[in-house]
């Protein structure tokens, strides 16, 4: 899965980028299929508002896309809809999908949203986006370019988890260590050999 840097720009300025790799998992009578959506055949469109913007990826005949709609509130942005369409060849069936009302990516204004660990998200009963890595950021986008970028708690677990477990296994080592020299300390005290 090879990641695209996909930008909507407005009046030449760029409103949203988003930079990722994505595949269409389809899952039909306990299998499962696997599509690319290849950044060198997709074509980019949408719109770009004060407090909404979509960002709409397709293929060639309409054989696949993906939208992001985004919503900008007083402080903060994220993904309020998603939409999914396939209709892979020789198959003559269209998978769909749509998540909506929920507040994906949330990331402040001006900052982007960084996600190196898969996203899996359930558009449809049988259709699934796989985004892997995924950094995006809709309104303002200083010069085109990111602003900081905010991780996906994903990504923290899999850097905080190790730092914490190796703090407790330190912390047991000075436990043991210095339950053993209390007692050895111990062992000395009473009466003396002769």
């Not at 930008?7 to 389809?26: H, S, W, Y």
């Not at 001006?110 to 796989?130: P, V």
Request: overall charge positive.
């Amino acid at each position: 899965m090879g990641a695209g840097n996909y930008v909507k720009k407005d009046r030449g300025k760029p409103c949203i980028r988003i930079t990722m790799g994505a595949e269409f998992l389809v899952t039909e009578n306990k299998k499962t299929w696997y599509f690319d959506l290849d950044p060198s055949r997709v074509r980019v469109s949408g719109y770009c508002g004060k407090e909404e913007a979509l960002l709409s990826l397709t293929l060639p005949d309409n054989g696949a896309s993906l939208q992001f709609k985004f919503k900008k509130e007083k402080t903060v942005f994220y993904v309020i809809e998603m939409n999914a369409h396939l209709s892979p060849m020789p198959v003559y069936k269209t998978y769909k999908g749509v998540l909506a009302h929920e507040k994906l990516f949330k990331t402040a204004n001006g900052q982007s949203f960084m996600c190196k660990s898969e996203n899996l998200l359930l558009m449809s009963s049988e259709l699934k986006i796989k985004l892997v890595p995924v950094q995006m950021q809709a309104f303002n986008l200083s010069q085109g370019q990111y602003g900081k970028e905010v991780e996906c708690w994903a990504d923290y677990n899999k850097r905080i988890i190790p730092i914490i477990i190796g703090a407790a296994v330190v912390c047991l080592i000075l436990i043991s260590l210095m339950s053993f020299l209390v007692v050895r300390d111990r062992r000395r005290d009473g009466y003396e050999r002769i």
